[in-house]
Structure formats: structure tokens, C-alpha cells
């Protein structure tokens, strides 16, 4: 059972910068794409970022890209979301996800085959 474990989440002020982390439970995790993904309060479950097995690729949605940095470490069974410039409208519940999938990194929520619970993100204005 793999199993994801989302930490690092917490309020901040607008324009003030935070880093999530996730770490999975598996022996395996190189063999994995990870995901980030976030939902807002009466919103549907939205792409943030992802990241390929080996961390050569990554992926981001339009509404963070140039402030929001996604890494990975295989030697610690995590990945990260740095959040820079944070919006209020970037408060959500942040979501990771684990894709068993060699190849691009992907968007969609379907192709991920594990979840996190989630980790709240406030931004004030």
C-alpha cells in the first residue's frame, strides 16, 4: 500500500512564500510521477504542478507558473511544492499524488493512482 503524507501547510500574507512537502511510503518511489493539485472552497480539484520519476521534467499550470517551483528528492521518498509570491487566490486544500508512469509528467487527476490527504494553504490579502 502506497501512502502519501502531505506536511508544511499553514496561513500566510499575500506575497509571502511557503514550501509543502509530501512523502510517500513505498520502496519504489523513483518509479513514480508526482503531482500536485488543489482545491478551493465549492471548486473542482484543479492541476498545480508535476514532476517526472527521474526530476528532469516538470510541468506547471498557467496560474503558477513563475512562482511556483516544484522538486524532488528519491533519496527521501519526497517531493516539494515551493510557493512563492502566494495570492489569495491560491488558498486550498494542496493535494500530492503519485502516477505510476515512466514518462511526461501529467495534468489530468485520472492518470494519478495515489493520494494524499491534503494539507490546507491559506493566503490573507
Known amino acids: 500500500q502506497v501512502q502519501l503524507v502531505e506536511s508544511g501547510g499553514g496561513s500566510v500574507q499575500a506575497g509571502g512564500s511557503l514550501k509543502v512537502s509530501c512523502t510517500v511510503s513505498?520502496?519504489?518511489?523513483?518509479?513514480?510521477?508526482m503531482g500536485w493539485f488543489r482545491q478551493a472552497p465549492g471548486k473542482e480539484r484543479e492541476f498545480v504542478a508535476a514532476i517526472e520519476w527521474s526530476g528532469l521534467r516538470t510541468v506547471y499550470a498557467d496560474s503558477v507558473k513563475g512562482r511556483f517551483t516544484i522538486s524532488r528528492d528519491n533519496a527521501k521518498n519526497t517531493v516539494y511544492l515551493q510557493m512563492n509570491s502566494l495570492k489569495p487566490e491560491d488558498t486550498a486544500v494542496y493535494y500530492c499524488?503519485?502516477?505510476?508512469?515512466?514518462?511526461?509528467?501529467?495534468?489530468?487527476?485520472?492518470?494519478?493512482?495515489?493520494w494524499g490527504q491534503g494539507t490546507q494553504v491559506t493566503v490573507s490579502s
Open positions: 499524488a503519485a502516477d505510476s508512469w515512466y514518462g511526461p509528467p501529467q495534468s489530468k487527476a485520472y492518470e494519478y493512482d495515489y
Open positions: 513505498t520502496r519504489t518511489f523513483s518509479s513514480y510521477a
